[in-house]
């Protein structure tokens, strides 16, 4: 109760609200006990976390763990403590919902993706260095190609499982994946925050399924877009039989 009281009256600080002298010290305090509970399996989780979840929810990562923050629920290493600020909380919550709603038409959520596959994966690689960035340079860039390397890879498979999910007629499979995504984004930062080690674990077998995934659904798409173009049979012209 006395952590979620500090992050709250610090939280109220960025919005111009001061508090006395003893009052700023008790939060500076507590915020230095509990980042400090931080250890490096679980720093690790937390770029790792952040990197892949950003991949499927980027507006939804940044606000959930700045809410965490703010809450008390998750100690932010200083380099993420921006995702507390009222301004960053209030844009990316509003994404958020922007997102929710075009992640769940067909073809929407595709064009959705497309765009935000310039935004996405530098931004998981940004997350991912913040988690180190204030204490160690190096760690910070090896996180940060983590991250981004694991936010392309969720995202590649966001976007070819989404668009071979398109190419069924009905709307309910494409509901039902991103609902999915939904919660998965919600368990993998949950999950990477309480139990790293499992978190680790689970990121191996996520990562093994995507690119199964991906050379899967890259070989049925591909078979779908020479059925569509009449390509499978074609001859070339000049071309040997």
Excluded: C
């Excluded at 309480?194 to 674990?201: L, S």
């Amino acid at each position: 109760m006395d952590t979620l009281w500090f992050n709250i009256v610090q939280w109220l600080h960025t919005l111009g609200l001061h508090m006395d002298g003893g009052t700023a010290r008790a939060v500076g305090d507590a915020a230095a006990t509990a980042t400090a509970k931080l250890d490096m399996p679980s720093l690790m989780a937390l770029a790792a976390a952040l990197g892949w979840a950003s991949g499927f929810r980027l507006y939804a990562v940044v606000f959930l763990v700045g809410m965490m923050g703010v809450l008390g629920w998750m100690p932010l290493p200083p380099g993420l403590a921006v995702l507390q600020h009222p301004l960053v909380l209030l844009v990316s919550g509003f994404m958020l919902l922007v997102e929710f709603f075009a992640d769940k038409v067909p073809w929407v959520d595709s064009a959705w993706d497309a765009i935000h596959a310039f935004i996405r994966v530098p931004a998981g690689a940004a997350l991912a260095f913040g988690v180190f960035g204030a204490d160690n340079a190096t760690l910070a860039v090896l996180a940060g190609l983590l991250g981004g390397s694991l936010s392309a890879t969720a995202l590649a498979t966001k976007m070819t499982t989404r668009a071979a999910v398109n190419t069924s007629p009905e709307p309910f499979s494409n509901w039902g994946l991103s609902f999915f995504e939904d919660g998965l984004v919600v368990a993998v930062v949950w999950l990477a925050t309480q139990y790293p080690v499992a978190f680790g674990v689970a990121l191996v077998v996520m990562v093994a399924v995507s690119v199964l995934l991906l050379v899967v659904l890259f070989k049925f798409l591909r078979a779908v877009v020479r059925k569509l173009t009449g390509s499978s049979g074609a001859r070339v012209p000049g071309a040997t039989p």
